[in-house]
């Protein structure tokens, strides 16, 4: 079982910055990278999607140009720069890692514990 491990969450306020990074063993190969977000009582959303091979990236409609999202190929890790944060933001954040690149929460095998991101307005 691969464990991945986030960190960057935090609080800011509406407009401000946040940086979250998603490190994997040492060695472990996967073929997507990316972050979904669960915020209270709604379900797992898909946020960004990166694919390791090439770079290839997505994301939702609603953080298209305010996010984006990045490898790290030395370190094995991806990190989501979010920019102009909304309170909609707010959200438990959870880097997620599988063989499919995909938007869909049940395709990913590899998820981190989850960190929280809060947006005060």
């Known amino acids: 079982q691969v464990q991945l491990v986030e960190s960057g969450g935090g609080l800011t306020q509406v407009g401000g910055s946040l940086r979250l990074t998603c490190t994997a063993p040492?060695?472990?190969?996967?073929?997507?990278r990316g972050w979904f977000r669960q915020a209270p009582g709604k379900v797992r959303e898909f946020v960004s999607i990166?694919?390791?091979?090439?770079?290839?990236?997505e994301h939702a409609e609603s953080v298209r140009g305010r996010f984006s999202i990045s490898r790290d190929i030395v370190n094995n890790a991806v990190h989501l720069q979010m920019n102009d944060l909304k309170p909609e933001d707010t959200a438990v954040y959870y880097c997620?890692?599988?063989?499919?690149?995909?938007?869909?929460?049940?395709?990913?095998?590899?998820w981190g514990q989850g960190t929280l991101v809060t947006v005060s307005s």
């Open positions: 040492e060695n472990t190969n996967i073929y997507v």
């Open positions: 990166l694919r390791w091979s090439d770079g290839y990236t």
């Open positions: 997620a890692g599988g063989g499919k690149f995909s938007r869909m929460v049940d395709l990913y095998d590899y």
